[in-house]
């Protein structure tokens, strides 16, 4: 929440679960990459500078990080539609976008795309973000 002309005041919606609890921020997801296509997907807060690399940790377990270098390829995937009630992007057709998803499904390893029993995915918060969470949570209970 913002007043004109004040700083960002961060909410979040609580929830017996902190899985299901909201994340504060204006948010964006980075897709990082290795040799064999998509490694992990962090989810962050725009204005923070992830020049030296990201920390990502499991929403529902703390224990789990990935730490993602700073030289790590990466593909911020949000793309803003609409900015001040205006049409900001190009409308792709139909071809367009299942050309878009067969290429965003060819980065995944086939256990990730299994129906039965797939393969585990790193998706989590960026360490920042998620620190940030435990605070405003801690300060509402």
């Known amino acids: 929440m913002r007043m004109p002309g004040e700083n960002w005041q961060y909410r979040l919606k609580v929830t017996e679960e902190s899985v299901k609890t909201s994340n504060p921020g204006i948010l964006q997801v980075r897709r990082y990459f290795d040799d064999a296509g998509a490694a992990a997907d962090a989810i962050y807060d725009i204005g923070v500078d992830l020049a030296k690399g990201c920390e990502i940790v499991s929403p529902d377990d703390e224990e789990w990080r990935r730490r993602m270098g700073k030289d790590a390829r990466f593909q911020d995937l949000l793309v803003p539609v609409f900015r001040g009630g205006k049409l900001v992007c190009e ?10 998803v067969r290429t965003n499904l060819n980065q995944f390893e086939g256990g990730i795309k299994r129906i039965a029993k797939p393969a585990p995915y ?3 918060l960026e360490r920042g973000l998620h620190e940030l969470k435990k605070e405003l949570i801690g300060r509402i209970r």
């Open 91 to 100: 409308r792709p057709g139909l071809e367009e976008i299942w050309a878009s």
């Open 122 to 124: 790193a998706v989590g």
